[in-house]
């Protein structure tokens, strides 16, 4: 949590100098199930913006496993008419913390914690709906590159000695309707 807060103020800082640029954001759909997204998109000159945004899962536990990541992208975004208004593209670095119970350990005593690196793009649409609010729907995906140890759910032990495990695959990992407030 405090990693969190850490992130808004070094976002809200960040940006200070250009407030009728920004828009501060958030994800209605993650956030109703307990997994906030918050962010800040702000203007790069005429067609291009920049946003960094941040998604927290703290669940001590989801069916006896726990549920806890921490992300962290920036972007860069191109849109074809205006900023801010009608279709876009970005491409994104990002990285994450994880501890997480992978799909095909559930109902074990096994889950998973490490981290991931990601590269990829997002397509998204942004429309107005007063001065000073906008909604911004998007999805995106690209190359995860995760390298995690296993743990027993019982001792907290590692299940795994031997070096770390790695996984890449490309995925779609991004996604939601962000409600932005032009600051």
Avoid: C
């Avoid at 992208?73 to 191109?78: A, D, I, K, L, P």
């Avoid at 997480?100 to 350990?105: A, C, L, R």
């Avoid at 889950?111 to 709906?129: P, S, V, W």
């Avoid at 995760?146 to 590692?158: F, I, N, Q, V």
């Amino acid at each position: 949590m405090k990693k969190l807060r850490f992130l808004i103020v070094l976002f809200v800082l960040t940006f200070s100098s250009s407030y009728s640029q920004t828009y501060f954001k958030f994800n209605a759909p993650t956030t109703l199930v307990g997994v906030p997204q918050i962010g800040i998109e702000t203007s790069l000159g005429q067609k291009w913006t920049y946003q960094a945004d941040v998604l927290g899962s703290y669940w001590e536990s989801i069916n006896g496993a726990p549920f806890k990541t921490l992300m962290v992208f920036s972007e860069v975004r191109y849109h074809f008419n205006e900023k801010y208004k009608g279709l876009y593209v970005g491409g994104h670095i990002g990285g994450a913390l994880f501890e997480i119970q992978k799909w095909d350990y559930i109902n074990t005593d096994k889950y998973q914690k490490g981290e991931a690196l990601f590269f990829g793009a997002t397509i998204g649409y942004q429309f107005q709906i007063s001065d000073k609010w906008m909604i911004d729907m998007f999805v995106g995906g690209g190359n995860q590159q995760a390298h995690y140890k296993g743990r027993y759910l019982s001792t907290g032990k590692p299940y795994e000695f031997s070096s770390y495990n790695k996984s890449g695959e490309w995925l779609p990992y991004r996604g939601g309707i962000m409600f932005s407030y032009k600051l």
